[in-house]
């Protein structure tokens, strides 16, 4: 079966057509999932060399797996961003254990000097003030905030009920406004 262009053929597809060696399935798998694991390794580890290798190992593991893959277990979406989730968890367990510290990542773009310097200071900010969220709370907001994922996927990942989804965003939104509120007119946000 040839994939190349076709949006309408399902992940899992996609896995099985791969796991009996089609290469082409994979490039197309990892066309649509790669840069979102990245992204959410990105928002949870605050470090993007290291969300590279989060997003390498988690689609590392989505090939070894499969050959075995059981049809209608889970999607295939959604086993990433959980496989992705634990291993970020790990990093941040190794990270608190040796101490490390995490420096935010500058902005690239065409911008001039102020605005890089305000973008990267809204950055940092908003990276230390994750950062301070307990972790749960930093995952499910990164996932349906920043990741753009819904709430009962959010809970499919975390393993919980949509209810504590709603409430660990809740509670991490309301940490993030008590937090960054008290910064609004340093980090340039006037009475937004």
């Known amino acids: 079966m040839a994939f190349d262009d076709q949006s309408d053929v399902s992940d ?34 605050g470090d993007a060399s290291e969300a590279d290798d989060v997003a390498q190992e988690a689609m590392l593991r989505l090939w070894k797996i499969a050959p075995e893959w059981r049809a209608g277990e889970a ?15 790990d990093r941040l367990r190794k990270r608190r254990e040796v101490g490390l510290d995490v420096v935010a990542e500058q902005p690239s773009g065409d911008v001039d000097a102020v605005t890089s310097l305000e973008q990267s200071a809204r950055l940092t900010a908003l990276n230390r003030a994750l950062d301070e969220l307990p972790e749960r709370q ?8 920043l990741d753009g994922l819904s ?22 939104r309301r940490m993030l406004r008590e937090t960054l509120g008290k910064r609004k007119a340093e980090l ?5």
């Open 12 to 45: 899992e597809v996609l896995l099985r057509a791969y796991g009996r060696g089609d290469r082409v399935a994979a490039r197309v798998l990892t066309e649509r999932h790669a840069q979102r694991v990245w992204r959410h390794a990105r928002h949870v580890l």
């Open 75 to 89: 999607k295939v979406s959604t086993w990433l961003f959980q496989v992705t989730s634990n291993l970020c968890t």
């Open 138 to 145: 930093r995952q499910a907001i990164a996932l349906r905030h």
């Open 151 to 172: 709430n009962p996927e959010v809970g499919e990942v975390m393993g919980i009920s949509i209810e504590a989804v709603e409430s660990l965003t809740s509670r991490a």
């Open 188 to 192: 340039g946000f006037g009475d937004v």
